[in-house]
């Protein structure tokens, strides 16, 4: 069974539509690259998976069942905003995510955000956009879940840091689980993954393994992606 399954989901917004008839199966034990430009879908598809949105038609599936409370016990998203409280410290944060999620291991969180240089009294509000981002990253990896959907991961993270927090994604995951990675930094990410996805206009336009791409296209997937998507 997939880790999770869109079966010809389509998603509208008023009469927008934001996804069309989107089918994809996401294995587990993969790391999957969802790529695309600003408004392709890839944020709404994330959101769908996670039950902050419900399918215009289509059905969503998280480890063979319709997203709930059960679905999010097993699923760890990071969203491309903050969803921390700011005027928590590192360590109330810390502690009040590890109430929400059974599977938090914040031994490990602890560990990472020491290498990070990050001060456990430290509000959250007083930091950079980049220093919260590496904060929640490091909560969200710090889960047991069998899949991680991680929508602009290292979006503000300094370039001197990205190697280690990626390192730490690869050594943080479970090869029994499936990952999601949104993100418009695909050199950064490109080592990383198993799988591709283009998403164009709330279509997939292109589903197939990185290595295969690299192969028959004799060019790195972000080479591909700008000629897919150039103007």
Known sequence: MAAAEFIKVTKQYGKQEALHEV??????????????????????????????????????????????????????YLPDRDFLPLNR?????????????????????????????????QRLQDMSKGTREKTQLCFVMSRQAQIYWLD?????????????????????????????????????????????VFLKDGSIVLHQEAEAIREEKQASVEEVFKEVFKC
């Open 23 to 76: 089918s994809l199966d996401i294995e587990k034990g993969k790391i999957l690259g969802l790529l695309g430009p600003n408004g392709s879908g890839k944020t709404t598809l994330i959101k769908l998976a996670n039950g902050l949105l419900r399918p215009t038609s289509g059905q969503v599936l998280i480890d063979g069942k319709a997203p709930s409370a059960v679905s999010k016990a097993v699923s760890a």
């Open 152 to 196: 602009e991961p290292i979006g503000g993270v300094d370039p001197a840091t990205r190697d280690y927090i990626l390192r730490k994604i690869v050594g943080s995951y479970s090869k029994d689980a499936a990952m999601v990675i949104s993100t418009h930094l695909i050199a950064d990410v490109e080592p990383l993954l198993d799988d591709v």
């Open 89 to 121: 410290t590192v360590e109330q944060a810390m502690k009040m995510y590890g109430d929400f999620f059974a599977d938090f291991a914040e031994a490990k969180a602890g560990e990472i955000l020491k290498d990070l240089g990050i001060r456990f009294d």
